[in-house]
């Protein structure tokens, strides 16, 4: 018997942001946990090693150049009062080369957080736009702004079929707008979800008690 039950992950962070936002306790563990300040907004950037992937030829100063860039496109908008900026690194990647970005008001995670729970911890996600962990972003329903300000159109396009992003931000001005628009509460869904299975897991074990 064969039978398309989605996947485990998508309901899992589904699960995540709705305990979240309806269990206050649950909620406050969560911030002490990752030390989350609720009276600002919390942006999280996740984080692609691009410097530790063969073929882009990018450097460790170059990749530190690239993330510095985005981190202070967002201080142009929101302040260190304003907001914090929680950057997700990838489990590949080194915290210690980011230090020089903790002056600017951001905290550094690494392996030992969970990128499922500090997105859905998050006001909104910053994330390249044809990462894998986007399903996740779908699934947490998080606002996002998703990005490829460095890489070739391709990617952009990669985002809009298979991830349903509506909008690639490929430029300083049009990610300033996106910020101004979240920070005014006027931007709009940057996705459709609707084709992501929130219920997997009841499905699966449905499936397994039929069998």
Not at 40 to 64: C, D, F, M, P, Y
Not at 69 to 97: G, Y
Not at 100 to 107: N, P, R, T
Request: with cysteine; aromatic share 10%.
């Amino acid at each position: 018997t064969i039978q398309t039950v989605g996947i485990v992950d998508f309901q899992k962070v589904y699960n995540m942001r709705k305990k979240i936002t309806s269990d206050q306790m649950f909620k406050c563990e969560m911030e002490g946990k990752y030390s989350i300040d609720s009276k600002k907004r919390n942006i999280v950037i996740i984080a692609q090693s691009h410097h530790l992937k063969a073929g882009t030829n990018l450097t460790t100063e170059g990749q530190i150049e690239r993330y510095r860039n985005i981190v202070q496109t967002v201080r142009k908008i929101f302040t260190k009062d304003e907001a914090d900026i929680l950057l997700k690194l990838h489990p590949s990647d080194k915290p210690d080369i980011y230090e020089s970005y903790k002056e600017l008001g951001v905290k550094i995670f690494a392996d030992e957080s969970d990128t499922d729970e500090l997105l859905c911890m998050s006001d909104l996600c910053i994330t390249d736009a044809w990462t894998s962990t986007n399903y996740m972003v779908l699934a947490s329903g998080v606002s996002a702004i998703f990005i490829n300000l460095f890489l070739s159109d391709a990617f952009s396009k990669v985002a809009k079929k298979y991830y349903k992003v509506k909008d690639v931000v490929v430029n300083e001005d049009m990610f300033l707008d996106k910020l101004n628009q979240f920070k005014n509460d006027e931007l709009e869904n940057q996705y459709d979800n609707s084709h992501i299975d929130l219920d997997s897991i009841n499905k699966i074990v449905k499936f397994i008690k039929s069998d």
